[in-house]
């Protein structure tokens, strides 16, 4: 299993940024998708699920209303539209699937800052 994430960057506070992960080494289209996150010396959090049709999606409290997921099932890929971010939303963002153990990616750094 190989998940690679890419669209971190620097933007300012109200800012958009798209993430994508790019997934390969298993049946993609059979497996839900997570996007986390962490901040540096704080416990990884789960930011948003989607099922593997693309048509159910579970987000976290913080980012309800202003993230989206998505997938592409015949590109492999899944993304995070990140809009209205907030400095709190600082952080490394990572790709996982849980396919019998968890997957992780090397994850994208996201800075929000003025």
């Known amino acids: 299993v190989q998940l690679v994430e890419s669209g971190g960057g620097l933007v300012q506070p109200g800012g958009s940024l798209r993430l994508s992960c790019a997934a390969s080494?298993?049946?993609?289209?059979?497996?839900?998708m997570s996007w986390y996150r962490q901040i540096p010396g704080k416990e990884r959090e789960r930011v948003a699920d989607?099922?593997?049709?693309?048509?159910?999606?579970y987000y976290a409290d913080t980012v309800q209303g202003r993230f989206t997921i998505s997938r592409d099932n015949a590109k492999n890929m899944v993304y995070l539209q990140m809009n209205s971010l907030k400095p709190e939303d600082t952080a490394v963002y990572f790709c996982?699937?849980?396919?019998?153990?968890?997957?992780w990616g090397k994850g994208t750094l996201v800075t929000v800052s003025s």
């Open positions: 080494g298993f049946t993609f289209s059979s497996y839900f």
């Open positions: 996982s699937v849980q396919t019998g153990m968890r997957y």
């Open positions: 989607i099922n593997s049709s693309g048509g159910f999606a």
